[in-house]
C-alpha cells in the first residue's frame, strides 16, 4: 500500500469546538465545527469518511473545498497561511460496524434499546467529524452533544459536564476542555446508562458504568480495580492521574476488548462487569484489562506515538505494566503466573513461525493496522520483552527512567527512541543497543546448553517450528542464571567456558538460564545438564517446572525431540498442587492429543494417564468449594474437573449429572467456575433437543459474557445434526450471535470433529457474508487463523489452501494465510513423525 499523506503538513490544529445532533431514531447525526490552527499552505486538507459537507466559512467568507472519498479528505482553499478558524457544518450516517459514531442493541424486559457510543481508534475519528485524524496532530476539544433523549437517560464523554443548568433548558450537553491530545481519544457514550462512582485520595473522579441490563453491584468490582491501580500508577510513575476523572463503560457490542479513550474508557461488557457468580480467571481477566486501559492514560494518551508503526510502543507497555499492576494490588493471585500460561506461550507459537512480522514494522497507511498487528506479538511478545527489559535494568532504574520520559514529553508525541533515551539516561545502560536485536527482527534464539570436555558450551540460533528459512539472525541474549561464573549476556553465536566441573562444584541446583522466564528465549538443555535438571524436579519453584514444560514441549513442536519423550515426563506429576504448574501440563496434554485418534486403544490408556494425573487434586477438592478454600484451589479445581471429566471417569460423570438436575431449573446459578463442565459434559452424555434448546435460549437470554462463552462451549458437544444445522444457522443471525462473538463459536465448533465438517463448509460458502459482516471488524482475519490453528490432515489442508491462496492479495489476510499454511503443514509433518512413538511411549506407561 502506497504512503498516505500526513495533513498535518499542511495544517496543524490547535482547538476543535464540536457539537453533534445525534438522532437514533433516524441512524443519522448532524454537526457543526470550529478548528483553529496553524495553516502552512493555502491548500489544505481534513480528513472525513461518509461524511456531507454542506459548508466551510472562515469569518463571513464562504471557502471552495473538493471532497476527495477516495482518500477520505476533503481539499479546502484558504485565503492566505497562518493562525485561521475554520467553521465547517456536515452530517453523516449512524452504522453497526463498530466504528465511529455506532450503536450498542441490548434488551431490558423484553424490550429492545440502544446506546449510542464511539469507537475512534486508529482512524475512525473521521466518520464523526472533519478533522487532521493523525495521531501528531494533538489539540484541544470542547465538545458538546444533543439527542433525542428520553426519561434518565446521561451522557459522557472524556472530560466532566458543564453548564449542568443551560442544559437542563436546551438539552445540549456540554463538557469541559480536554487537555492536547490525538483525535482518536475523543469519546462518548449516551442513553440509558447507570453507574458508580468514587475519588481516588488525590481525588481523581473515578465511574464504572452500564446499560441497565445490569445490576449495579455488577460494577462494584471494576470501580474497586479501577480506583486501586490509578493509585498505584500515580505512586510507580512518579507523575499524577493527569486528567480530572477516569470512567469506564461496558458497552454490549465492542470490537475490540477496551478502548483507552481519555477520562471515558470503553469495554465489551465481559472485561467490566462481574456478578455474584463469577470466576477467579474471569474476576483477574477483568481486573487485567481495566489495569492495561488505565496504563494507557499515561503512556498513549499523556505521550503518544507520533505515527501508528510505534504503536507496538504503547500496547506492549500497558501489556507489561496490567501484570505490574495487578501483582501489586492483589499480591495473592500471583498473577504474573497467568501471564507464564497464556501470554508467553502464545509469543513463542507465534514468534517461531516463519514469515511473522518484527514487533517494530513499519506502518505506511493506518489501514494496515489491524492486519499488522498480530496480538501475539505486539502484546504478548512485546510485553515479554518490556518485562526483560524491566529486570535488565532493575525496577527502581525502569521506573525512574518512566518518569522522565512523561514529564519529559507530557502531552506530545514520541518515536520509540525517546523511552529508551530516557531509560538511558536513569540507568546509564545501553538500552537500544541492547533492545534493536529484539525489536527489529522477527522470531527469538534457541539457546543450546551443554557439556563437552569439561566445557559448558552455549550457542544460539533462531527457534523455528515447520518450514523455514535460516537468516543466521543473532540476539543480545539475558542469560539470567542461577549460577555465579557466567556472562550476563549471550551475544555471538556461540560462547564456550571452561571448567565446567570446578564452576558446578559451587553451585548446589542444577544449572538453569532466563530463571523465572522473563525473557524471550528457549533453551534446550542436553546430556547431564537435562538429566540433572529434571532429577532435581522436585527442587524447582513453580515457575521453573512451568518453564521446563513449556521449553519441552515447543522442542517437541518444533521435532527437535520426540513428543514422545513428554509422555513419560507428564505421566509422572500426580502431586503438582500448583495451577501455573497444572496450566503447563494442560498444555502438554494438548498437544499430545492430537497424535491419538477418537476410540483408539491408545485414547483409553491416554485418558487413563490423564485421570492418574489429576486424581489427586480432584479427590482433594472434588466439584463443590469447600469453607477455607482459596481462590487458588477454584483454580486448581478448574483442572482437576475438567480433565477429570474428559479422561470419562464414571464417578465424575454422574457427579456432574447430579449438580446438573439439582440447577435444571436455573442453570445460571451452578456455580460458575464449573458451570461450563457440568454443561458440556451434560451435552455430552445426556444431550436432548429440550436441553440444546435450553442452553440456546439461555445464551440469547443472559447478559452475562462469560456465561455465554461456557454455553458456547458446552452446545460445541452436540452430536445432533438438527442441532448442529439449526446453530450454523443462528450464526447469521444478529439478535442470536453477535458478530462480534462468532469468531468464538468458529474456534469452539471447528475444534470438534463431529462439527468440523459442515462449519468450515459454512464459512467458505458464506465469506461473503463474514467478510461484510466482520471486514471492518478486529476479529476478522481469526476466520483464518482458527483453522490455521486447527487443521491437521492433508485434505483439510489442500482444502484451505484452494480456498484461501487466491486471496493472498487482500491485504488484510496475506500474511496470516502465508503463516496459516506452514502452520497446517507443520502439523501433518509432526503427526506423521511421531504417531507411532507417541502411541509406544503411551502404551509402555505402567499405571
Not at 165 to 184: A, L, N, Q
Not at 495 to 523: C, K, M, R, W
Not at 726 to 752: C, H, M, R, S, V
Request: hydrophobic fraction near 40%.
Amino acid at each position: 500500500m502506497t504512503s498516505v499523506h500526513r495533513l498535518i503538513e499542511k495544517f496543524v490544529p490547535e482547538h476543535y469546538e464540536l457539537f453533534l445532533d445525534v438522532s437514533r431514531a433516524s441512524k443519522t447525526f448532524a454537526g457543526r465545527v470550529t478548528i483553529k490552527g496553524e495553516a502552512k499552505e493555502t491548500t489544505i486538507s481534513l480528513h472525513q469518511k461518509d461524511l456531507t459537507i454542506a459548508s466551510v466559512v472562515i469569518g463571513e467568507q464562504t471557502l471552495d473545498f473538493t471532497m476527495d472519498d477516495e482518500n477520505e479528505v476533503v481539499h479546502i482553499q484558504v485565503p492566505e497561511v497562518g493562525e485561521i478558524a475554520l467553521d465547517l457544518e456536515f452530517s453523516g450516517r449512524i452504522t453497526d460496524n463498530m466504528t465511529g459514531i455506532y450503536p450498542s442493541y441490548y434488551t431490558v424486559d423484553g424490550v429492545k434499546k440502544e446506546v449510542i457510543s464511539t469507537q475512534f481508534e486508529s482512524h475512525f475519528a473521521r466518520e464523526a467529524f472533519p478533522s487532521v485524524d493523525e495521531p501528531e496532530a494533538k489539540a484541544t476539544f470542547d465538545f458538546s452533544v444533543k439527542f433525542d433523549q428520553e426519561e434518565g437517560e446521561i451522557a459522557l464523554s472524556n472530560m466532566p459536564e458543564i453548564k449542568s443548568e443551560e442544559r437542563k433548558k436546551t438539552g445540549i450537553w456540554t463538557f469541559d476542555t480536554t487537555p492536547r491530545m490525538s483525535s482518536y481519544l475523543l469519546a462518548f457514550a449516551l442513553g440509558d446508562l447507570h453507574g458508580k462512582t468514587a475519588h481516588t485520595k488525590n481525588g481523581t473522579l473515578v465511574g464504572s458504568y452500564a446499560t441497565k441490563a445490569h445490576k449495579l453491584s455488577e460494577l462494584d468490582f471494576s470501580l474497586d480495580i479501577a480506583v486501586r491501580v490509578i493509585e498505584f500508577y500515580e505512586d510507580y510513575f512518579g507523575v499524577k492521574y493527569p486528567i480530572p476523572q477516569c470512567l469506564h463503560v461496558a458497552l454490549p457490542d465492542f470490537s475490540a476488548g477496551a478502548m483507552e479513550n481519555w477520562g471515558l474508557v470503553t469495554y465489551r461488557e465481559v472485561y467490566l462487569l462481574v456478578d455474584e457468580n463469577s470466576t477467579v480467571s474471569s474476576r483477574q481477566q477483568v481486573a487485567l484489562v481495566i489495569a492495561h486501559e488505565v496504563a494507557h492514560q499515561w503512556f498513549g494518551n499523556l505521550v503518544t506515538m507520533k505515527w501508528w508503526d510505534d504503536l507496538w510502543l504503547n500496547e506492549s507497555f500497558a501489556n507489561m505494566m496490567e501484570y505490574v499492576a495487578i501483582d501489586a494490588i492483589e499480591p495473592s493471585w500471583n498473577i504474573f503466573e497467568d501471564f507464564q500460561t497464556s501470554g508467553v506461550q502464545a509469543a513463542l507459537k507465534r514468534d517461531a513461525t516463519d514469515g511473522v512480522q518484527s514487533v517494530h514494522v513499519e506502518v505506511n497507511h493506518p489501514d494496515e493496522i489491524n492486519t499488522l498487528f498480530d496480538a501475539a506479538i505486539v502484546y504478548a511478545k512485546g510485553s515479554r520483552l518490556m518485562h526483560m527489559l524491566r529486570r535488565w535494568l532493575g525496577d527502581e532504574d525502569f521506573r525512574s527512567g518512566l518518569k522522565i520520559y512523561f514529564e519529559r514529553h507530557q502531552y506530545g508525541n514520541t518515536v520509540g527512541r525517546d523511552l529508551w533515551n530516557a531509560l538511558s539516561e536513569a540507568s546509564g545502560r545501553d538500552v537500544a543497543g541492547f533492545m534493536d536485536s529484539w525489536l527489529e527482527q522477527p522470531g527469538y534464539p534457541l539457546v543450546t546448553a551443554t557439556v563437552e570436555n569439561d566445557q559448558l558450551i552455549l550457542s544460539q540460533e533462531q527457534f523455528f517450528i515447520g518450514e523455514h528459512e535460516e537468516k543466521g539472525r543473532l540476539w543480545q541474549v539475558p542469560l539470567n542464571s542461577n549460577w555465579a561464573g557466567l556472562p550476563d549476556t549471550l551475544t555471538d553465536e556461540k560462547l564456550v567456558i571452561p571448567n565446567f566441573s570446578a564452576l558446578a562444584s559451587q553451585d548446589s541446583e542444577a544449572l538453569q538460564l532466563n530463571t523465572g522466564n522473563t525473557a524471550h528465549y528457549l533453551t534446550a538443555y542436553q546430556g547431564e545438564l537435562l538429566d540433572n535438571l529434571l532429577a532435581n524436579w522436585n527442587n524447582l519453584d513453580k515457575i521453573s517446572k512451568l518453564q521446563v514444560l513449556q521449553e519441552r514441549r515447543f522442542l517437541a513442536e518444533s521435532g527437535v525431540i520426540s513428543y514422545s519423550e513428554l509422555v513419560p515426563l507428564v505421566a509422572g506429576l500426580t502431586e503438582e498442587t500448583d495451577s501455573a504448574v497444572l496450566g503447563a501440563i494442560a498444555q502438554v496434554l494438548s498437544g499430545l492429543k492430537r497424535f491419538i485418534d477418537e476410540d483408539s486403544e491408545e485414547e483409553t490408556l491416554f485418558k487413563s494417564m490423564v485421570a492418574n494425573i489429576f486424581a489427586k487434586n480432584f479427590e482433594r477438592l472434588g466439584f463443590e468449594r469447600k469453607e477455607g478454600e482459596t481462590d487458588e484451589d477454584e483454580l486448581l479445581r478448574e483442572f482437576a474437573v475438567a480433565f477429570t471429566l474428559y479422561a470419562d471417569q464414571e464417578h465424575a460423570i454422574e457427579k456432574a449429572k447430579a449438580i446438573f438436575d439439582a440447577h435444571k431449573e436455573n442453570i445460571a446459578s451452578i456455580p460458575a467456575a464449573i458451570r461450563a463442565d457440568v454443561l458440556t459434559n451434560q451435552v455430552k452424555h445426556a444431550e436432548s433437543k429440550e436441553l440444546t434448546d435450553l442452553l440456546l435460549d439461555t445464551y440469547i437470554q443472559t447478559n452475562d459474557g462469560a456465561f455465554q462463552r461456557q454455553l458456547i462451549a458446552a452446545l460445541a458437544e452436540t452430536k445432533q445434526e438438527a442441532v448442529l444445522d439449526t446453530l450454523i444457522t443462528a450464526f447469521e443471525n444478529k439478535d442470536i450471535i453477535k458478530p462480534q462473538d462468532l469468531a468464538t463459536w468458529y474456534l469452539n465448533f471447528l475444534g470438534k470433529p463431529f462439527a468440523q465438517e459442515k462449519v468450515w463448509a459454512w464459512a467458505r460458502t458464506d465469506w461473503d457474508w463474514i467478510k461484510a459482516a466482520l471486514g471492518g471488524d478486529m476479529s476478522f482475519d481469526k476466520f483464518v487463523v482458527i483453522p490455521s490453528n486447527t487443521f491437521k490432515t492433508e485434505e483439510r489442508l489442500a482444502e484451505y489452501k484452494v480456498f484461501f491462496e487466491p486471496q493472498l492479495t487482500d491485504m488484510a489476510l496475506s500474511r496470516n494465510i502465508e503463516m496459516g499454511i506452514k502452520d497446517i503443514q507443520s502439523r501433518i509433518h509432526l503427526i506423521a513423525k511421531d504417531q507411532l512413538a507417541v502411541a509406544q511411549a503411551i502404551q509402555n506407561l505402567e499405571l
